[in-house]
């Protein structure tokens, strides 16, 4: 196995640079230029590389996730559709609680193993869990960007040749 099976991202702090339950409030809303606001008219940014990443890790064929543990269920997921971003998730788990919870889910619907998934999350604690239990957990520090990806792939690849 020389890629990873399924390749799962967090949401905040990972591709967006907020916490979806406090630091902005829905409802949200898209103008004609595709640009996000909250209720308040401010504006609502990703990391600007996770298009291009998304973009190329499904033109790659690899299987996507989201594993998020706000409270912010409904913002969350409202975001990730007004960003365009649907079409690139087959799996999501948008809830509190410890991700190895969100990980089992996956593994249930999937039939893929701990060990055929990849995971990127900003938060130590998150990447302890789940490399306990045999996921290849990177922590994001500065948000996603092709660099990162490209180079957590490319240690995946040499370790499991
Ligand atoms: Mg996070």
Redesign the pocket.
Known sequence: MSKPKLIVF?????LWPF?VDTHVDRPFRKDKNGVVYDRNGQKVKFYPEVPEVLEKLRTEGYTLAIA??TGEIRGANELVELFGWQKYFQYKEIYPGCKVQHFTEFKKQSGISFEEMMFF???QR?INDLSAVGVTAILVPHGVTMKLVENALKKFQQRNK
């Open positions: 967090d949401l905040d702090y990972t916490w998020s543990r999350d900003d938060e998150n």
